[in-house]
């Protein structure tokens, strides 16, 4: 009666184990749920080796794992969101709200080109650019004028179809694109697209 208990917790408490690893999947791009879910699939296996010793030292190593990975995964999660709220907040560079077919149509009426900036919330570059670069009084003068300024975090709503189309592998991900949607100029990352870069590039597509 008592193994059965005992079972009955194990199973419970391996389906709420499952159940967050699934959350950090839908909620974080980042890899943190899957390894929870391979965490947790080595912990069932280890559990039926029959030699005790090894089965309880690799069931241990297990879940010492998986509780780092929950640890850092929820950290992580957190850290993103109060990302997420920093990249939503308005600049002195103003973003349009417009969906990318609509400012491709602006774009043609106007004779300015997209700037897009693609972003993550976890990435370091993205945020410095954003509480350095695009706060700029002086960038934001040029920006405004030279483009029609886009920002997508490549996981999410339209960032994550365009991700695609345009082939965003890394970020910080810069691109200039005409009326038609073809890329004109993909900014090099290699330097940091500081101040001074930002203007220069603006002046050059200034009518």
Not at 71 to 83: D, E, H, Q, V
Not at 176 to 205: A, F, P, Q, V, W
Request: charged share 20%; proline share 3%.
């Amino acid at each position: 009666m008592l193994n059965k208990k005992i079972k009955k917790r194990v199973v419970v408490i391996l389906i709420a184990l499952l159940t967050y690893a699934i959350f950090l999947i839908l909620k974080n791009p980042q890899p943190y749920g899957k390894l929870a879910i391979l965490a947790i699939t080595l912990l069932v296996v280890f559990s039926f080796i029959k030699k005790r010793i090894i089965r309880n030292s690799l069931m241990s190593i297990s879940l010492i794992a998986l509780s780092l990975i929950f640890i850092i995964g929820t950290r992580s999660l957190l850290f993103n969101a109060t990302n997420q709220e920093l990249f939503n907040q308005e600049t002195p560079v103003k973003f349009s709200k417009l969906t990318f077919e609509k400012a491709l149509q602006f774009s043609k009426e106007t004779n300015k080109p997209l700037f897009i900036d693609f972003y993550t919330v976890w990435c370091g570059p993205c945020i410095q650019f954003h509480k350095e670069v695009l706060t700029d009084k002086s960038v934001a003068n040029k920006m405004n004028k030279a483009f029609i300024n886009l920002k997508y975090n490549i996981y999410e709503g339209e960032g994550n179809a365009l991700r695609e189309k345009y082939e965003v592998s890394y970020v910080p991900r810069f691109v200039i694109i005409n009326d038609l949607g073809e890329i004109i100029e993909d900014i090099n990352t290699d330097s940091i697209l500081n101040k001074e870069r930002m203007i220069k590039i603006s002046n050059n597509y200034l009518k």
